[in-house]
T-cell receptor, first 111, second 114 residues
């Protein structure tokens, strides 16, 4: 049973445009959500997070939106840069040091 | 210092070998984790240590044995592994308060079991 789903395995975006990565979850107990970025043969790097009491969090070029009623969150990257090409994992936590990861979306930024 | 350091980066072992993976952090984090990641799959939680005590074991086979000698170090002892255990093993750490499970990951150990 996959509690965190990223339905797009890959996404290709033109440099300078907006990248939108989506994530859906099923567990209502999740109260903290994170996005991680991963390059090959490296560990995931934390990007941005959002608590369930908020619906938006912004950090520079990265914005995460949370729609609790739809159990959906999204990551917006604007403007997209070539260095943003990586695999992006959505993760959710019900607390108690447990993080559940989605399957990941491979983002490719084209020049 | 915001790094989690893992050694070795690569490890090849036979099914009868005994080896250990090591992880170190100096951020004062009191929670440390082992995750396993197979190719093209998400990281999967194996173990969690909180205040040097094992707090979560996600039904991991006994051929994987974690150890937390102190608040900065985490080991994963490997014995009699199977080829299907080949994966990237990730260590992570975090502060210990609810509502902020922001994990810092190391670069991982790429393990191949022959």
């Amino acid at each position: 049973d996959q509690q965190v789903k990223q339905n797009s395995p890959s996404l290709s975006v033109q440099e300078g445009r907006i990248s939108i990565l989506n994530c859906d979850y099923t567990n209502s107990m999740f109260d903290y959500f994170l996005w991680y970025k991963k390059y090959p043969a490296e560990g995931p790097t934390f990007l941005i997070s959002i608590s369930s009491i908020k619906d938006k969090n912004e950090d520079g070029r990265f914005t995460v939106f949370l729609n609790k009623s739809a159990k959906h969150l999204s990551l917006h990257i604007v403007p997209s840069q070539p260095g943003d090409s990586a695999v992006y994992f959505c993760a959710a936590s019900p607390g108690a040091q447990k993080l559940v990861f989605g399957q990941g979306t491979r983002l490719t930024i084209n020049p | 210092d915001t790094e989690v350091t893992q050694t070795p980066k690569h490890l090849v072992m036979g099914m009868t070998n005994k080896k250990s993976l090591k992880c170190e952090q100096h951020m004062g984090h009191r929670a440390m984790y082992w995750y396993k990641q197979k190719a093209k799959k998400p990281p999967e939680l194996m173990f969690v240590y909180s205040y040097e005590k094992l707090s979560i074991n996600e039904s991991v086979p006994s051929r994987f044995s974690p150890e937390c000698p102190n608040s900065s170090l985490l080991n994963l002892h490997l014995h009699a592994l199977q080829p299907e255990d080949s994966a990237l093993y990730l260590c992570a750490s975090s502060q210990l308060y609810l509502g902020n499970e922001k994990l810092f990951f190391g670069s991982g150990t790429q393990l191949s079991v022959l």
